[in-house]
């Protein structure tokens, strides 16, 4: 002790040294809490999406019927809710299990493409029918939409197992 009263300066190093220390703990502590904050908005929304796939297999179940009757229902829906992935996914990427970002991936991609078949559906099969591509326009694009609702169905057992914190991994066959 009496050599820092004999050398004052070492106070002013210590404070400086201790200032650092808890300016780099601070800084960690808030990073650590923003990526956890991102990631819980990256699960809220799986919850809203699974909600709105309700709508979407509404939508698709419609669309067959028409089908089916040999009439045309145009499949614009609503998009999917989808902005706190965009924004974040690639600030959470590395603190994401390989599970987790191919489950994350996988759910939004059939997702987007899911959107981009139902709202290119209806000009698509005028197209088709117009031009005669298909022997069978209505059975083929029948046949579409139920791998479409079956695609969706797998959507919900990632989100469920995402949500549960035990990601379905993309690369082995899902579970019946």
Known sequence: MSFLKNNPEWFAIIGVIVGFSLSIISQYVHYRFRIRRMKKIIVDELKVIKSQLRDFRGIINQIIGALSQNQLLPGNAVGVMNVGYNKFFEDVYEHLSL??????????????????????????????????????????????????????????????????REPINVLEPIPS
Do not use: W
Not at 118 to 140: C, I, R
């Open 99 to 164: 599970e987790e970002r191919n489950c994350l991936f996988y759910i939004h991609r059939t997702l987007v493409v899911g959107q981009e078949t139902m709202n290119a559906f209806a000009q698509e099969f005028q197209e088709v029918v117009k031009n005669k591509v298909l022997e069978n326009p209505h059975a083929a694009y029948i046949t579409k939409f139920r791998d479409l609702l079956v695609a969706y169905d797998t959507v919900e057992q990632m989100i469920d197992s995402y949500i549960a």
